[in-house]
């Protein structure tokens, strides 16, 4: 399982360790993430996600790809699609930056 801190997580999301505290807690309370104080320093906290989380986490990406590539294949022309093909390592490039 793998763990990461506060901090790890806010540069990640590129945002403040503090404006992670309520959603932490809320998955914390919802039983998705464990929080543990890091036993080499006490005063980091280590999150962990949990088996649900994992779980909720797997659906929830399948059920956003099963959703776009049905929007893809229904709102967009073969042109278009064959672009959106195109430009996907633009995109994967410009995520990596």
Same mark, same amino acid.
């Given at each position: 399982?793998?763990?990461?801190?506060? !901090?790890?997580l806010a540069s990640l999301?590129?945002?403040? @360790?503090?404006?992670?505290?309520?959603?932490?807690?809320?998955?914390?309370?919802?039983?998705?993430?464990?929080?543990?104080? $890091?036993?080499?320093? /006490? /005063?980091?906290i280590i999150l962990t996600?949990?088996?649900? !989380?994992?779980?909720?986490?797997?659906?929830?990406?399948? $059920?956003?790809?099963?959703?776009?590539?049905?929007?893809?294949?229904?709102?967009?022309? @073969?042109?278009?699609?064959?672009?959106? /093909?195109?430009?996907? @390592?633009?995109?994967?490039?410009?995520?990596?930056?």
């Amino acid at each position: 399982m793998e763990t990461l801190t506060a !901090g790890d997580l806010a540069s990640l999301q590129r945002t403040q @360790p503090q404006s992670l505290t309520r959603v932490l807690a809320e998955l914390e309370a919802e039983g998705l993430l464990t929080r543990e104080q $890091d036993p080499d320093d /006490r /005063r980091r906290i280590i999150l962990t996600i949990t088996r649900a !989380g994992t779980e909720l986490l797997v659906r929830t990406m399948r $059920d956003r790809d099963t959703w776009l590539a049905s929007a893809i294949e229904s709102a967009l022309t @073969p042109t278009e699609r064959e672009l959106l /093909r195109l430009a996907t @390592p633009l995109m994967d490039r410009l995520a990596d930056a």
